[in-house]
């Protein structure tokens, strides 16, 4: 286990997308760059004390980094195993904080300043929005809430399973 606050956020290999979209919708600050080499990764992290996530036992074998092997292959184990590895609280998270595709975070706005930016129907019903001020993605609790939240609750059960503290 990692020493708390040892790290001001986590960088996810290009191996791993998937977990970084979901550690940010749980409220995890994480980069992403799918583009990125492993050298590139390594000085980003040096240079922003990012603690590397990846599935590259190379790249987890480098020195004067801090680097977590992820060992796990289904999506809900990955997570519950980085939060088992670096000791990150996760009853002291906040969902929804970061935007899931660019890992900025999220602001709420009136209904009135994203009225041109989402469907016609969405406004009328709706009144809670979150915008990215990155990549200007506009955020709703609509029917895909529904999934994600299931999503959270399966993460939630393998975390109880593994005995860490849930919300």
């Known amino acids: 286990?990692?020493?708390?606050?040892?790290?001001?956020a986590f960088f996810c290999d290009v191996m791993l997308g998937d977990v970084a979209k979901w550690l940010r919708i749980l409220g995890v600050k994480v980069i992403y760059d799918n583009k990125a080499t492993d050298d590139e990764i390594v000085y980003r992290s040096k240079r922003e004390n990012l603690l590397i996530l990846t599935k590259d036992r190379e790249l987890s074998k480098r020195k004067n980094i801090k680097v977590i092997l992820i060992e796990k292959n289904k999506l809900?184990?990955?997570?519950?195993?980085?939060?088992?590895?670096?000791?990150?609280?996760?009853?002291?998270?906040?969902p929804f904080k970061y935007c899931p595709l660019c890992g900025e975070k999220l602001e709420k706005?009136?209904?009135?300043?994203?009225?041109?930016?989402?469907?016609?129907?969405?406004?009328?019903?709706?009144?809670?929005?979150?915008?990215?001020?990155?990549?200007f993605k506009v955020y709703w609790k609509g029917t895909h809430f529904k999934k994600i939240m299931e999503k959270l609750e399966s993460i939630e059960e393998k975390f109880k399973k593994a005995s860490i503290k849930t919300i």
Do not use: A, H
Not at 1 to 6: A, D, G, R
Not at 76 to 94: A, H, L, P, R
């Open 76 to 94: 809900e184990d990955m997570i519950v195993e980085v939060f088992e590895k670096t000791g990150v609280n996760y009853s002291e998270i906040s």
């Open 1 to 8: 286990m990692l020493e708390e606050n040892s790290f001001s």
């Open 109 to 135: 706005r009136e209904k009135e300043e994203v009225r041109w930016f989402i469907p016609q129907r969405v406004y009328e019903e709706l009144d809670e929005f979150f915008v990215c001020n990155n990549c």
